[in-house]
């Protein structure tokens, strides 16, 4: 019986490790950086009841940059070559969509969104005259027969 056997070559084992390392390294790296593109961060912080968004943007310019308010909703967005991103935010009750100012220096963009005024404390005066009813007609409502003048009846 005639085997043939191979030398052991520990330089070539050695080459032939490093290359499958190697290659399963770099799908790993090439799978995390080749990530989906990432979208900026949008920071809310309250500062004297206002809200106060920041987001970075380097590299894009204000032209690139959208602000808009629709009813309660904020929208920022930016559309370049490059980027397209988008993001809107509900404004709550506590906020004035009305005064909503934006700012962008240095590719930081400032978003204020004023606080809502709040309304004055008031005293409502008390009538004490029975308040008219309103039928539709020239003519008084008719309280029927055993009917009190308050609407209500006393046989249940």
């Known amino acids: 019986m005639l085997v043939r056997t191979r030398p052991y070559r520990?330089?070539?084992?050695?080459?032939?490790?490093?290359?499958?390392?190697?290659?399963?390294f770099e799908q790993l790296t090439s799978s995390i950086t080749a990530a989906a593109p990432r979208t900026p961060v949008v920071d809310a912080a309250?500062?004297?009841?206002?809200?106060?968004?920041?987001?970075d943007l380097p590299g894009v310019s204000a032209e690139h940059v959208d602000v808009s308010v629709a009813g309660r909703v904020l929208t920022l967005s930016v559309s370049t070559e490059h980027v397209s991103w988008e993001r809107s935010i509900t404004i709550g009750s506590a906020l004035d969509p009305q005064a909503v100012t934006a700012n962008h220096v240095d590719g930081r963009l400032t978003v204020t969104?004023?606080?809502?005024?709040?309304?004055e404390a008031r005293t409502i005066e008390i009538s004490t005259t029975p308040a008219a009813i309103e039928t539709g007609g020239d003519a008084p409502?008719?309280?029927a027969e055993g009917q009190p003048e308050n609407g209500t009846s006393d046989s249940a």
Request: glycine fraction near 2%; proline fraction near 6%; hydrophobic fraction near 50%.
């Open 113 to 119: 969104v004023a606080a809502a005024a709040k309304p």
């Open 46 to 55: 309250w500062r004297d009841g206002d809200l106060v968004l920041t987001v």
């Open 10 to 24: 520990p330089a070539v084992a050695f080459r032939t490790f490093d290359r499958s390392f190697d290659r399963a």
């Open 141 to 143: 409502e008719e309280l």
